[in-house]
């Protein structure tokens, strides 16, 4: 039987649940049976929608106990990530969305406020829901209002630094707060039974820390011998404390602390929950579950648990459907071995993403080269300065999107330093299904304005491959190599080069120079013949760098009628506006129209759709510059022949 018939014949209980409300009047036999259709509901959906489905695995009983014993939407619930929120949505009325998980007209992967009132934000970035949870229980404090406020963050994301600067103001606040602590990166031993649970709702009683408080005062005031019988009592206390439940991540922070208890006992986190939301301040639930728990081949995938296959795949082997394609990651980390092979001073260094962005098969290669820091963008790079200080040349891979968090250290710990490193950046551009937050269509705007700063779009393997080994020759400032996701562009070479401009196509009659950005290439190629179609001489040109504008650049736009930049990025900021500059700065009057992305948050859809909506066809693209080119013509403006051949 196919797990999807198999979730039609015994999701009967799943079907009857609506809102949390309806969780909150099942028996504890009933919930176990829910979770189980709960697990088999979401393998069969995310088969075939692609998603991440380990972390959403193990958070089940985690989740089921936050419903029961917190009132969403009244209670705030946070999910850092956000990306193991599926069974949240699941339980707050969504279960019709999943059958568009991701795709355009469906659920987002991650919590939406567009999407229902139990969702607050939209934090698919990691480490950041202990600084949302802060803000609003200080908030609800001051305005008087009796709302809990439960945030819960993967042992991941406890590697950030947000987490720890919000963890700090936290613990100093005092304000009732929930952190539950999804800990599925480390063994311990369940703290279980009576004794456990008895101290754990020993701690947490208000009136056993008022006795406390009484007894230091009378202690206190006691000659001699009051404060060092107090200190020596509190030292039992603490010292019976950690031998039940190990809590080194913990110590010292100034919050009650709640665990190790399973995570996958529903009975047992239930009863921490109530304790730590009866308690009235900050307090840690430790939570020990095991990502992707109930499905086997997640279970048996050593690398990440299956936390997030791109697409659909296998519900009985795990495996992807679509046939293996190769990858523009693939590309970038086969050429990162070969480059390490012979330059012993390259380096590594990711952010907790060390297979998605490629650094995996690096550190497989030379162990010892290789440093994952962990969810700590901010410290990956300046970490890096230190590497290009110590005479070695790191590449720091991470996506688009999460080089941003890090704009601050790029700019004054390494750009004004003039150090060597080579940033890396995957999913460049409009990712599609992970939404508006994945988007990496920021990095060529923002980081354009970095003095020293060299930006490569690569548009096929073969000029990733070169544009990789021209960054990390460069030994006087840092640079960039961005690309998008999925399937690597098919070749597509240049019929010559202009420095370090790539000329694609050209014609006899000069009437448009097409500057097509990276992956853009073939878009390019596509409008010049519709364009030709029409009797207008079009010039593709591929920058390679585009940041700074090379000036072979502006020479070729100073030989068109119009330039046209179309580009995978904002265009406030980005490559049409820098050349644009150029060549005012050049006094060249050739007037321009730039093509890109807007500045605004666009919603989840494939990289198809979403392109198709910006205007950013062949077919859209072509229509536009017919219409440019045709008001040019009204004007009797001469063509400029432009020579061919040479350098």
């Known amino acids: 039987m196919s797990v999807e018939e198999d979730t039609a014949n015994h999701g009967r209980l799943l079907g009857t649940v609506r809102g949390p409300q309806d969780v909150k009047r099942m028996t504890a036999e009933q919930l176990d ?53 599926y069974v949240h949505k699941i339980l707050t009325g969504r279960q019709d969305g999943f059958d568009k998980l991701r795709q355009r007209g469906g659920l987002s992967g991650y919590p939406s406020q567009a999407e229902s009132e139990h969702d607050l934000v939209e934090n698919s970035h990691a480490s950041t829901a202990l600084s949302y949870a802060d803000g609003l229980a200080k908030a609800y404090a001051l305005r008087g209002e009796q709302r809990s406020v439960v945030a819960m963050v993967g042992d991941g994301a406890l590697t950030g630094g947000m987490c720890w600067e919000a963890l700090n103001n936290i613990a100093t606040a005092g304000n009732p707060l929930v952190i539950v602590v999804n800990d599925n990166g480390r063994s311990y031993a369940p703290t279980i039974g009576g004794l456990a649970d008895h101290l754990s709702s020993l701690r947490l009683n208000p009136g056993y820390e008022r006795i406390l408080d009484t007894v230091k005062d009378a202690l206190g005031s006691t000659p001699l011998v009051g404060r060092p019988m107090y200190e020596v009592l509190h030292a039992v206390k603490k010292g019976i404390k950690d031998a039940v439940a190990p809590q080194a991540m913990f110590e010292d922070l100034g919050i009650k602390y709640v665990g190790p208890v399973d995570g996958h006992d529903l009975e047992a986190v239930e009863s921490a929950l109530r304790a730590a939301k009866n308690f009235g301040g900050p307090v840690i639930v430790h939570a020990v579950t095991r990502k992707g728990y109930g499905y086997r081949p997640a279970e048996e995938d050593e690398a990440d648990r299956l936390h997030g296959p791109g697409g659909a795949f296998d519900v009985e082997t795990g495996k992807l459907v679509a046939a293996p394609s190769v990858k523009w990651t693939h590309v970038f980390a086969d050429e990162l071995v070969a480059i390490a092979d012979s330059r012993p001073d390259v380096v590594g260094i ?25 969810i700590a963008e901010q410290h990956a790079v300046t970490s890096a300065a230190g590497l290009a200080l110590g005479g070695l040349h790191p590449v720091v891979a991470v996506y688009a999107t999460f080089l941003n968090r890090a704009f601050d250290q790029v700019l004054l710990d390494v750009a004004m330093h003039k150090l060597p490193v080579t940033f890396v950046l995957d999913r460049a551009g409009i990712t599609g299904p992970d939404g508006p937050s994945h988007y990496g269509m920021w990095d060529m705007a923002v980081f354009g304005v970095v003095p020293g700063l060299r930006i490569a779009a690569p548009r096929d393997a073969a000029t990733l491959r070169e544009e990789l080994r021209e960054a990390v020759a460069v030994d006087d400032g840092p640079t960039i190599v961005r690309f998008p996701t999925g399937t690597v562009a098919a070749a597509l070479p240049a019929v010559r080069r202009v420095g370090p401009v790539d000329v694609l196509t050209e014609s006899a009659r000069a009437d448009v120079l097409l500057v097509a950005i990276g992956s853009f290439g073939h878009l390019g190629m596509e409008v010049a013949t519709r364009l030709a179609e029409q009797g207008y001489g079009v010039t593709v040109v591929d920058p390679r760098w585009v940041r700074p504008i090379p000036a072979e650049l502006v020479e070729l736009a100073a030989a068109h009628r119009l330039v046209v930049t179309v580009e ?80």
């Open 33 to 85: 049976i829910l979770a189980a259709e709960i697990r088999d509901f979401l393998i069969a959906k995310v088969s075939r929608t692609g998603g991440h489905v380990g972390p959403n695995l193990g958070v089940v009983e985690l989740t089921l106990a936050m419903h029961r014993v917190f009132d969403s939407p009244r209670d705030r619930l946070l999910f850092d990530t956000g990306h193991q929120a």
């Open 350 to 374: 990711t952010a907790a993403m060390a297979e998605p962005t490629g650094i995996a098969k690096l550190a497989r290669k030379h162990p010892g080269r290789v440093y994952d820091v962990g």
């Open 568 to 647: 995978d990025g904002v265009r406030v900021g980005g490559v049409g506006d820098a050349l644009a500059q150029a060549m005012r700065d050049a006094d060249v009057r050739v007037p321009l129209r730039d093509l890109g992305v807007p500045a605004d948050w666009h919603p989840h859809g494939t990289r198809a759709q979403i392109l198709a909506d910006l205007g950013l066809t062949a077919q859209d693209i072509a229509r536009d510059v017919t219409g440019w080119i045709s008001r040019l013509d009204d004007q009797q403006v001469e063509p400029v022949h432009l020579p061919t051949g040479g350098n």
